[in-house]
């Protein structure tokens, strides 16, 4: 019986867009369009969740793998199938050193397809990646 009720809060988590398909730990990382950096995130909110304000922790390398420093990082998206954007205007509020930036603001509003669009610039250099995930 407790295995029954254990099932089907998994799967009513699910059907209300609890899980992602993308796991946050998983250190997957995105190339700029130009190849000057590597991103990546890490979810403050795992798993990620449907109308919950969270943060990222983005990572940025350069393309040898050092850290990138002193950057300033923005992130815009949406649901392209859907035609909108981001319910929110997540915005940089500290550099955490190591390469690793505070991202504050983060929601995603519904279940579906996301892209995510991280611009850094950093060194005279701004270039974008795109972080497609699933919610």
């Known amino acids: 019986m407790h295995r029954l009720i254990a099932i089907s809060c998994a799967l009513l988590m699910a059907f209300a867009g609890v899980t992602a398909a993308q796991d946050a730990t998983d250190r997957q990382s995105w190339s700029t369009r130009s190849g000057y950096y590597r991103v990546s995130y890490k979810s403050r909110l795992e798993p990620l969740a449907i109308n919950r304000m969270h943060d990222w922790v983005?990572?940025?390398e350069d393309a040898e793998g050092t850290p990138v420093n002193n950057a300033t990082l923005s992130v815009t998206g949406g649901m392209p199938k859907h035609n909108?954007?981001?319910p929110t205007e997540p915005r940089m509020t500290k550099s955490l050193g190591n390469g690793d930036y505070l991202m504050e603001g983060m929601r995603f509003h519904m279940s579906g397809d996301w892209e995510l669009t991280v611009t850094?610039?950093?060194?005279g250099r701004r270039d974008t990646a795109i972080i497609s995930l699933t919610i």
């Open 58 to 60: 983005i990572h940025v």
């Open 84 to 86: 909108h954007g981001l």
């Open 120 to 123: 850094v610039d950093a060194a």
